[in-house]
Nanobody, 120 residues
Framework: QVQLVESGGGLVQAGGSLRLSCAASGRTFSRYGLGWFRQDPGKEREFVAGLRWIDGYTKYGDSVKGRFTISRDYAKNTVYLQMNSLKIEDTAVYYC?????????????WGQGTQVTVSS
């Protein structure tokens, strides 16, 4: 059984920063990795970032490269998403996921989601 507990979403002005956290339990996630997807109503689900647990390899969606950083605390089984230079189009529900693949990105388990709203 895998549990993913997300935190850190909220309201921020364009150009600002937020950090999301995702604490994972159960050992399934360490078979591959953890990642983030996002979805805004009316838009397709989008891959944001992923981290392969065994070696820390990271991958990012094109729209967030250079602005977002995924990292981990290995001892706490926690992954973070540092989001800088936020844009209005980053507004979405962000989901922490257990990844089954990173190329291409694919998820097995999903957290409950946390809302990120970027205002002008």
């Amino acid at each position: 059984q895998v549990q993913l507990v997300e935190s850190g979403g909220g309201l921020v002005q364009a150009g600002g920063s937020l950090r999301l956290s995702c604490a994972a339990s159960g050992r399934t996630f360490s078979r591959y990795g953890l990642g983030w997807f996002r979805q805004d109503p009316g838009k397709e689900r989008e891959f944001v970032a992923g981290l392969r647990w065994i070696d820390g390899y990271t991958k990012y969606g094109d729209s967030v490269k250079g602005r977002f950083t995924i990292s981990r605390d290995y001892a706490k089984n926690t992954v973070y998403l540092q989001m800088n230079s936020l844009k209005i189009e980053d507004t979405a529900v962000y989901y922490c996921t257990v990844l089954k693949t990173i190329i291409p990105p694919g998820a097995d388990y999903w957290g409950q989601g946390t809302q990120v709203t970027v205002s002008s």
